[in-house]
């Protein structure tokens, strides 16, 4: 009895188990009913870390490439400025900027230098005439992380005549707006009438000119030598006289000017020419005065009271003592003038010397005054590098001149 309650207790067993095995081969993931909280299926966790490595791993988008403006000329405190623009790069930290320059007479650029700007801006420039050229990528993140755009193309700029690039588009019709576009160097290595450099600062003070008062327009020429560095400038008078000026530094800004000095009726022609973007320009200067011979029509240079110095430049032999701590003594014999300056404390280790010395220090701008008695208004500096300026006139005519009374003086508007 027993073994027969046993074996149909194993039977039993054996068909449990029989269906149980059945149900898991056959039913699928489909057929199983997910309840909240259990845990995802060996399937679905690897798609899900496949989205996130995706995602983790897409490298960052690099900045876009800056387009950058030709410089714009401007003149500086001891230099002369380009200065290269352009516009700000969404999302960019920073730019890197690569400049090679050249001195007019080199034929190829030098070595580049490289340099990092948070600025959509930069700014180089010399005291000499040097081309520049320049090539900008904009760049987002630091260390390992940054990312930068491609590099620009190149923008040129340049200290010498065409110093007056913008955008790199071409020069539009001038106008009276256009003011931005002027440029003192313009005229540089001009050659032509002043009044037609485009791109001259001041070629309006060449327009409708009568400089000897004849009631016809007179004119001014410009030729230029480069190899001696120099220029020659001809005033064409309205009535077909011809005057020629002595060469002076390419440099030079000229001035012209016309005034009846000696009461003849017939004008005297001034002639200078200023250094104003130098280093020093009260120390730098050139002058000249025509006088017209009525016999013969022709312009001839009137001998001035002042020592000549190169070119045109024309001043005072003046006479320093040695210097007393930072006092100095200075004398104009012809004048009959002597003043004691006082300077700054590093001036005599910086600028001067601690003997006794003579120099020529030249008129740095002339201009004719007008009224009841004109004259030739002188302006010099007897430092360089200092900001005293002495003031003085030249009167007379037919061949005869004097200095007159030494004033602490300078011109309005230098």
């Known amino acids: 009895m027993k073994k027969t309650k046993l074996t149909v207790l194993i039977l039993t067993l054996m068909l449990l188990t029989s269906a149980c095995g059945s149900s898991r081969v056959e039913g699928t993931m489909d057929d199983a009913v997910k309840e909240p909280g259990t845990e995802p299926s060996v399937s679905e966790e690897v798609s899900e870390d496949s989205s996130e490595a995706t995602a983790e791993e897409a490298p960052a988008k690099a900045p876009e490439t800056p387009a950058v403006k030709d410089g714009i000329?401007?003149?500086?405190?001891?230099?002369?400025?380009?200065?290269?623009?352009?516009?700000?790069?969404?999302?960019?930290?920073?730019?890197?900027?690569?400049?090679?320059?050249?001195?007019?007479?080199?034929?190829?650029?030098?070595?580049?230098?490289?340099?990092?700007?948070?600025?959509n801006s930069y700014e180089t420039g010399a005291q000499d005439e040097f081309d520049f050229r320049i090539k900008v990528r904009a760049f987002s993140g630091e260390g390992e992380d940054r990312i930068y755009s491609e590099w620009s193309a190149y923008a040129s700029g340049t200290t010498r005549e065409d110093a007056t690039g913008t955008s790199g588009e071409g020069a539009g019709p001038e106008s009276e707006e256009d003011e931005e576009d002027l440029s003192f160097f313009a005229i540089w290595e001009y050659e032509g009438y002043v009044d037609e450099c485009r791109e001259y600062v001041w070629k309006k003070e060449f327009r409708d000119c009568d400089y000897d008062s004849d009631g016809k327009t007179d004119r001014v020429n410009r030729s230029w030598d480069g190899d001696r560095q120099t220029a020659v400038y001809t005033v064409e008078f309205g009535n077909g006289d011809r005057l020629t000026v002595p060469e002076g530094w390419e440099t030079g800004f000229p001035h012209i000017q016309g005034g009846d000095l000696n009461g003849d009726g017939i004008n005297e022609i001034l002639v200078t020419l200023t250094y104003d973007t130098g280093t020093d320009p009260y120390s730098y200067g050139d002058m000249w005065l025509f006088e017209k011979d009525p016999a013969s029509g022709k312009y001839a240079e009137a001998q001035l009271p002042l020592a000549k110095g190169e070119n045109g430049a024309k001043g005072f032999e003046i006479e320093y003592e040695k210097p007393e701590g930072n006092r100095i003594t200075f004398s104009i014999k012809e004048a009959g003038f002597t003043r004691t300056e006082e300077v700054e404390e590093d001036y005599v280790s910086s600028w001067w010397t601690e003997d006794a010395a003579t120099q020529l220090r030249c008129v740095y701008y002339a201009e004719i005054t007008e009224g009841a008695s004109p004259a030739i208004r002188c302006y010099l500096a007897p430092f360089p590098r200092h900001y005293l300026s002495l003031g003085f006139n030249i009167s007379g005519g037919n061949g005869k001149y004097e200095t007159g009374y030494i004033e602490i003086d300078e011109p309005e508007g230098f």
């Open 73 to 119: 000329t401007e003149p500086g405190e001891d230099s002369v400025i380009v200065r290269f623009t352009w516009d700000a790069v969404e999302g960019a930290d920073g730019y890197e900027v690569c400049e090679e320059n050249k001195y007019i007479k080199e034929d190829s650029f030098r070595e580049p230098a490289y340099s990092e700007t948070a600025e």
